[in-house]
């Protein structure tokens, strides 16, 4: 098992072109910044932009090509994405809009892909598919504004061949969309699409982990800068516009959720407007998206001294983010995961079960914040309760503890399950004291 704290661990080897990043820290020194504006550590931010590469066709053709191979192992003949899921990015790099009306992507076990839409949008679909890897050959299936997109969807299944049979549908997919496309193929069996989308998304590829080292690295990066330039007076919405401008420093799009003292007891924080003041704690979540896949990242940090419940609390949160750490390894259920996490807050005297630890330990991310797998008890995946880890599953590690009035500590970093343990993309943060340590100056 390797504990990715190190410089190593960081960048990890499918980012080694980042490892220059923390050499480059007055990249934009030189820059034109008007420094009142911006303050320096923020101005002095590298770009990272141009170490992201963008995915390729063949690198999507693949994806298809296995999940086929999950909808045989899963008697399906079919699967259908409609409209706003990011499988159709995954799978064919389109982002299916229509809103109320239906654009479907359907992948066949056995023939071409193709895809369903408006006929008023036949264009704008056909210049997506030429620009991804299903080509200028895919058929475009289109209905009129007055024909049942359903109808026009269930016969192409049949001139394919798939009059009766499984079909899987997409998880995010609207009921109005599910409901219709059921009521058109009456002699389909239909369910849940999710043991291929989410069987493949799962495990990821080396490119998907060097996009996700990389808006790691970012995240990071921007969160240090705007701890160095906060100041009491400011406001909860002060600080998240300078997390805005640190992004764009860094090149990538991204944001954050700032909340303060007794708020941070929230996990999810609090729409209250917030003030700074000496001895506030603070906490700072979310990230960024590289390439389509993101990072989610949490650092507490306290503003001058914290005080000693404080720094009690903060280690017992770190020791279970540790133990999620090194629990987590291929074949491990991902309900061990959070257990291992939750045993040591709980032993703490902050329990039992989830009084206050109030959420799982984590969740799959990606090109979604959230995806599979989720790591807590009785997490239903397929037909599977508790599914096993496997390698180059990516998820985040965030466990916390939750005082109502007082304060709230998270720690989250993204986990990588390699082939023998985990590793995390960013250093743990050491305290409440210096939340960056580990990070090269």
């Given at each position: 098992?390797?504990?990715?704290?190190?410089?190593?661990?960081?960048?990890?080897?499918?980012?080694?072109?980042?490892?220059?990043?923390?050499?480059?820290?007055?990249?934009?020194?030189?820059?034109?910044?008007?420094?009142?504006?911006?303050?320096?550590?923020?101005?002095?931010?590298?770009?990272?932009?141009?170490?992201?590469?963008?995915?390729?066709?063949?690198e999507r053709q693949a994806r298809i090509e296995r999940a086929k191979g999950l909808m045989a192992a899963n008697k399906l003949d079919?699967?259908?994405?409609?409209?706003?899921?990011?499988?159709?990015?995954?799978?064919?790099?389109?982002?299916?809009?229509?809103?109320?009306?239906?654009?479907?992507?359907?992948?066949?076990?056995?023939?071409?892909?193709?895809?369903?839409?408006?006929?008023?949008?036949?264009g704008r679909a056909r210049q997506l598919l030429d620009e991804g890897p299903l080509g200028k050959d895919a058929e475009v299936i289109i209905w009129q504004e007055d024909q049942s997109p359903y109808v026009a969807l269930g016969k192409a299944l049949r001139d394919r061949g798939i009059a009766t049979g499984s079909v899987g549908l997409?998880?995010?997919?609207?009921?109005?969309?599910?409901d219709g496309i059921r009521r058109a193929g009456p002699h389909i069996t239909f369910s849940s699409a999710t043991p291929v989308t989410a069987g493949c998304r799962m495990i990821k590829e080396?490119?998907?982990?060097?996009?996700?080292r990389l808006a790691c690295c970012a995240t990071l990066l921007v969160y240090r800068a705007v701890a160095h330039s906060v100041h009491p007076g400011m406001t909860n919405h002060d600080v998240e516009h300078l997390v805005s401008l640190a992004y764009g420093r860094v090149g990538f799009r991204g944001d954050a959720s700032l909340n303060i003292d007794e708020y941070t007891a929230l996990p999810h924080g609090s729409r209250t407007p917030q003030t700074l003041r000496e001895g506030s704690i603070l906490m700072l979540d979310d990230g960024c998206v590289v390439e389509g896949y993101t990072s989610d990242i949490t650092r507490t940090f306290v503003l001058g001294k914290p005080t000693d419940k404080m720094k009690r609390v903060f280690d017992i949160v770190h020791r279970a983010q540790t133990a999620a750490l090194h629990t987590a390894r291929p074949g491990v259920s991902a309900a061990a995961v959070d257990a291992a996490a939750r045993k040591v807050i709980?032993?703490?005297?902050?329990?039992?079960?989830?009084?206050?630890?109030?959420?799982?330990v984590g969740?799959?991310?990606?090109?979604?914040?959230?995806?599979?797998?989720?790591?807590?008890?009785?997490?239903?995946?397929?037909?599977?309760?508790?599914?096993?880890?496997?390698?180059?599953?990516?998820?985040?590690d965030e466990p916390g503890i939750y005082i109502k009035g007082e304060f709230g500590i998270r720690l989250e970093d993204d986990l990588h399950v390699t082939a023998d343990g985990a590793e995390l993309f960013t250093p743990q943060s050491p305290s409440l004291e210096d939340p960056f340590g580990g990070m090269a100056e």
């Amino acid at each position: 098992m390797r504990n990715a704290i190190s410089r190593r661990g960081f960048f990890g080897k499918g980012a080694a072109a980042a490892a220059a990043v923390f050499g480059a820290t007055t990249l934009h020194a030189q820059d034109a910044v008007n420094a009142a504006a911006v303050p320096a550590p923020i101005a002095a931010l590298p770009s990272l932009s141009s170490l992201a590469r963008p995915f390729t066709n063949a690198e999507r053709q693949a994806r298809i090509e296995r999940a086929k191979g999950l909808m045989a192992a899963n008697k399906l003949d079919a699967i259908v994405i409609a409209n706003s899921s990011s499988s159709s990015i995954y799978f064919a790099n389109m982002r299916l809009g229509g809103g109320e009306r239906l654009w479907a992507l359907v992948l066949p076990a056995k023939a071409k892909p193709f895809v369903v839409c408006p006929a008023f949008e036949e264009g704008r679909a056909r210049q997506l598919l030429d620009e991804g890897p299903l080509g200028k050959d895919a058929e475009v299936i289109i209905w009129q504004e007055d024909q049942s997109p359903y109808v026009a969807l269930g016969k192409a299944l049949r001139d394919r061949g798939i009059a009766t049979g499984s079909v899987g549908l997409d998880e995010n997919m609207k009921y109005v969309f599910s409901d219709g496309i059921r009521r058109a193929g009456p002699h389909i069996t239909f369910s849940s699409a999710t043991p291929v989308t989410a069987g493949c998304r799962m495990i990821k590829e080396p490119h998907e982990l060097e996009c996700m080292r990389l808006a790691c690295c970012a995240t990071l990066l921007v969160y240090r800068a705007v701890a160095h330039s906060v100041h009491p007076g400011m406001t909860n919405h002060d600080v998240e516009h300078l997390v805005s401008l640190a992004y764009g420093r860094v090149g990538f799009r991204g944001d954050a959720s700032l909340n303060i003292d007794e708020y941070t007891a929230l996990p999810h924080g609090s729409r209250t407007p917030q003030t700074l003041r000496e001895g506030s704690i603070l906490m700072l979540d979310d990230g960024c998206v590289v390439e389509g896949y993101t990072s989610d990242i949490t650092r507490t940090f306290v503003l001058g001294k914290p005080t000693d419940k404080m720094k009690r609390v903060f280690d017992i949160v770190h020791r279970a983010q540790t133990a999620a750490l090194h629990t987590a390894r291929p074949g491990v259920s991902a309900a061990a995961v959070d257990a291992a996490a939750r045993k040591v807050i709980v032993d703490a005297g902050y329990g039992p079960g989830f009084t206050y630890f109030t959420h799982r330990v984590g969740h799959g991310i990606g090109l979604d914040m959230h995806e599979w797998p989720y790591l807590v008890k009785n997490n239903m995946f397929g037909w599977e309760l508790d599914p096993h880890l496997q390698k180059d599953m990516t998820t985040s590690d965030e466990p916390g503890i939750y005082i109502k009035g007082e304060f709230g500590i998270r720690l989250e970093d993204d986990l990588h399950v390699t082939a023998d343990g985990a590793e995390l993309f960013t250093p743990q943060s050491p305290s409440l004291e210096d939340p960056f340590g580990g990070m090269a100056e």
